[in-house]
Nanobody
């Protein structure tokens, strides 16, 4: 089992930046591919970015390409989401998640989830 804890969310003005962190305890994070998802009020959880175990394969949702960067430091058991050029529509709770197999885009494929961190972007 692995426990995930996100941090780094907050309130930022449009055009600003935030860096989210997701730190794991329990089993080593290098055993898992990792993903970031967001969930806005009243909406389903949606894919933001994913990174393979060795960080060699990375995918982004079209809505964040060129603005967000996912990375990982397996020695620190931590995954990051650097968010730049933030927009009001990026406002949501952001979750990190770990998976052993399955579709990187589907929340159902992920085995472990953090509690989420709120990101609010003001206009």
């Amino acid at each position: 089992q692995v426990q995930l804890v996100e941090s780094g969310g907050g309130l930022v003005q449009a055009g600003g930046s935030l860096r989210l962190s997701c730190t794991a305890s329990g089993r080593t994070l290098s055993s898992y591919a990792m993903g970031w998802f967001l969930q806005a009020p009243g909406k389903e959880r949606e894919f933001v970015a994913s990174i393979s175990r060795s960080a060699g394969i990375i995918y982004y949702a079209d809505s964040v390409k060129g603005r967000f960067t996912i990375s990982r430091d397996n020695a620190r058991n931590t995954v990051y989401l650097q968010m730049t050029m933030l927009k009001p529509e990026d406002t949501a709770v952001y979750y990190c998640a770990a998976r052993e197999a399955g579709s990187r885009y589907s929340p159902a494929a992920y085995d472990y989830w953090g509690q989420g961190t709120q990101v609010t972007v003001s206009s």
